[in-house]
């Protein structure tokens, strides 16, 4: 069975890091020690103000080519994951597109929030299993998940305004006949898109002075999502993926999951009952990188080294929508 295959990984973390001593000294009080404590957050990064959502694309996307020895003219696909596009229209793949001089590719967004990249990964390994392999249109493949919610921050809400930062991740997909994407997984609870989000600019409420004004445009935090939400979803989306796959949850080798809260990924590795040494974790470096925290996370445990050929890998995510979104691969190339 055709399936795609990650070739290579990047990541780009702005140049400008912001300890959590800045925000100490913003609210007046020790933010810090929470931060540790209970998010694992150290410091994170912000952008420059003369970069855009697609200058971190292409950083990191010039990495995941690198790696995997493809040039720019050879994409055939670009989709980029995000939320916080450089527009509304055009999309944010079209300008990576012409950044990048990868003139053969075509392009697309996609917005599932911080589910974007996983689910991003999804809709690519099906553009791949599609594919005729006696005339293949989609030999490589790129994609991206990005994040430049500094840009809005709402600085009143100090309980959430510290977690966010920018960054990106990309990945390089081929075609396979063995490994590669196992299976996925997507849900959707539209019951919760009230909740968070940022939800001036679009049709349903432009941006106008006012708003801006009253700073409606940054994001809001509007009612709390459960406790157990992550938990519970992360847990059952593990457990669905190990079965279509075929395996246990104890075969499973190394567990990424959204960065946003580190006891929210605790509590899912306990509720499956696997040791914490299985997640991997970036937040203490990057903050929380919503669309681009799985991607940054695969291609920061690429780069050391900690996946193995053969190694199975599941990715869980979830984002305002809220959307949840899982993916299993087992990790490895082939020629």
């Known amino acids: 069975m055709r399936r795609a295959q990650i070739l290579g990984t990047g990541l780009y973390a702005p140049e400008r890091v912001v300890p959590n001593a800045y925000f100490d000294e913003l609210y007046g009080e020790d ?37 995997s020895g493809t040039a720019p003219e050879a994409l055939d ?4 994951a995000t939320d916080t596009p450089d527009y509304l229209s055009p999309s944010t793949a079209a300008i990576v597109q012409h950044k990048l001089g990868a003139t053969g590719a075509g ?18 390994n ?5 594919d005729d392999p006696e005339r293949p249109q989609y030999r490589r493949v ?20 510290s977690l966010f930062a920018d960054g990106a991740g990309a990945v390089v997909l081929g075609p396979t006949d063995e490994g590669g994407v196992l299976a996925s997984d997507l849900e959707t609870r539209g019951e919760f898109a009230e909740y968070m989000g940022i939800y001036v600019g679009g049709a349903a409420a432009p941006a106008n002075a006012e ?22 979803a992360w847990s059952a989306v593990g457990r669905r993926l190990a079965e279509r796959v075929g395996v246990s949850v104890d075969d499973v080798d190394h567990w990424v999951f959204t960065q946003i809260n580190v006891e929210s990924i605790g509590e899912a590795m306990e509720a499956l ?26 291609a920061d445990a690429d780069q050391k080294g ?3 050929p053969g190694d199975l890998v599941f990715l869980i995510a979830s984002g305002g929508g809220a959307a949840i979104a899982g993916l299993a691969l087992r990790w490895g190339t082939s020629d």
């Open 211 to 232: 708003r801006v004004e009253a700073q409606e445009h940054l994001l809001q935090f509007r009612q709390k999502f459960p406790r157990e939400f992550n938990r519970e």
């Open 142 to 161: 790129l994609v991206a998940g990005a994040y430049l919610m500094s840009r809005f921050i709402d600085y009143r809400q100090k309980n959430t305004a």
């Open 107 to 124: 392009t697309f967004d996609l917005n599932t929030a911080c589910a974007g990249f996983v689910t991003a990964l999804d809709v690519a």
């Open 77 to 80: 696909l670009i989709v980029v």
């Open 273 to 298: 009952g696997q040791p914490m040494d299985k997640a991997v974790l970036v937040m203490d470096r990057f903050g929380y990188t919503g669309s681009a925290c799985v991607p940054m996370a695969l």
């Open 31 to 67: 933010v810090s020690s929470f931060l540790v404590e209970r998010r694992n957050i150290r410091e994170r990064r912000y952008a420059d103000d003369d970069q855009a959502t697609s200058d971190l694309v292409v950083e990191a996307a010039r990495e995941a080519l690198r790696q």
């Open 306 to 308: 900690r996946f193995r």
């Open 126 to 130: 099906k553009y791949v299993a599609a």
